[in-house]
């Protein structure tokens, strides 16, 4: 999607010139991202079954996604970014496929020829017997390389994902906190102990008696 390209470009850009860095963004801590793997198989193997196993594979996937950012809730834009694909999944769960605004697709300059011959099957025209229109694909993006139409819900993904990136890139580092030394550990030069020796040669000398050898 390239509503979604675009806008993690400008998150990077935008956290690389605030003086952030990948690898702050990639210590994000993230916590059961099994879910995300298992959400994107459900989408694939819906796209590649087709027909109604679309619908089915997205609505999966959708929940499985939303999962998994109910478990990372404590990280900025996953809020955004579950709302949005809630909003797409509810859309395609009551239409059966995501409507498209012909008009909205018109001012974006995207063809509509396989919308009307049925050729696409995740995406249909939208009239007046579509429920929720409003949750469709109604955004025009007059793009030059790729123009599309977008739903609210894809807006809103792009957006938490972009506010993701640039919060995780600009997140603190916390320090490692370093390993306490072993006992009779040498300490580095400097001012530093050494090591004592065994107690067996710890040992106080005696003083000597008058007249002892």
Not at 7 to 26: D, F, K, M, P, Y
Not at 69 to 86: F, P
Request: charged letters at 15%; proline letters at 10%.
């Amino acid at each position: 999607m390239s509503l979604v390209a675009v806008a993690l470009l400008v998150a990077l850009l935008a956290g690389w010139l605030a003086g952030g860095s990948l690898e702050r963004l990639g210590r994000l801590p993230l916590r059961r991202r099994r879910l995300a793997v298992l959400a994107l198989l459900a989408q694939l193997l819906g796209t590649l079954l087709g027909g109604p196993f679309h619908a089915v594979g997205l609505l999966v996937s959708a929940a499985l996604v939303v999962a998994f950012l109910l478990a990372n809730r404590g990280v900025r834009g996953t809020g955004l970014v579950a709302l949005g694909l809630a909003a797409n999944a509810l859309v395609v769960g009551v239409n059966g496929a995501m409507p498209v605004s012909p008009e909205a697709a018109a001012r974006a300059g995207v063809g509509t020829q396989d919308l009307l011959t049925g050729r696409d099957p995740r995406h249909e025209p939208a009239d007046d017997a579509t429920r929720l229109a409003w949750l469709g694909d109604v955004v025009p993006l007059p793009l030059p390389v790729r123009p599309e139409v977008v739903s609210p819900g894809d807006v809103l993904v792009a957006a938490g994902l972009a506010q993701l990136v640039v919060v995780g890139m600009l997140r603190p580092l916390r320090p490692v906190p370093a390993l306490p030394a072993a006992p009779g550990a040498t300490r580095p030069r400097g001012g530093a102990r050494r090591s004592l020796p065994p107690p067996s040669r710890r040992r106080r000398a005696l003083p000597r008696l008058p007249g002892s050898r």
